[in-house]
């Protein structure tokens, strides 16, 4: 298996599975320092934060992956199986177009002066670097999206069930 092909089935996957850890190891420590030693990280707080709201958006691309996002089906099932490749065609184009908007509000907002001039208050970080997540997110999921609408161009894309 080459590197390319490993990081297009892992990277997500890996990523989210170190934040979530990192995640659930800051608060355990925070939780024991705080009632076990009386005293609690003044950074885990923060840094949870950080860590949570990039996870949220790497687990955004790897549900896009799975294909593990909620989906009302409704009007997808009502066109039947004739029109449901058009319509899966239509849905992926769309949601592509809103990702992408997204990605290029976020990066406006982050490149405006008070945005790049701001750090968090008790760890001192680039708040840039927060923001960074939406964008960096949206591309990843851009990315899942349009191999989704491949395998669907091909006939090759496996039908969802609900």
């Known amino acids: 298996m080459t590197a390319l092909r490993w990081l297009d089935r892992n990277f997500e996957r890996y990523i989210v599975g170190l934040l979530l850890a990192a995640i659930v190891l800051l608060i355990s420590a925070n939780v024991f320092m705080r009632y ?3 005293a609690s990280l003044s950074w885990g707080e923060e840094l949870t934060l950080w860590l949570f709201v990039w996870f949220v958006w ?4 790897y549900a896009f992956q799975q294909g593990s996002h909620v989906r009302i089906t409704f009007l997808r099932d009502a066109i039947g199986p004739g029109g449901r490749r058009a319509f899966e065609i239509v849905v992926d184009l769309a949601v592509i177009g809103f990702l992408a908007v997204l990605a290029v509000q976020c990066i ?3 490149l405006k002066p008070f945005v790049l001039s701001q750090t968090s ?3 001192g970080l680039p708040i840039p670097v927060l923001y960074a997540s939406a964008p960096v997110g949206a591309a990843l999921s851009i990315l899942r999206v349009t191999q989704h609408l491949i395998r669907t161009l ?3 894309a496996p039908e969802q069930e609900v």
């Open 36 to 38: 076990i030693l009386n």
């Open 58 to 61: 790497i687990a955004v691309s």
């Open 108 to 110: 406006q907002l982050i």
């Open 121 to 123: 208050v008790v760890l």
């Open 154 to 156: 091909r006939g090759t």
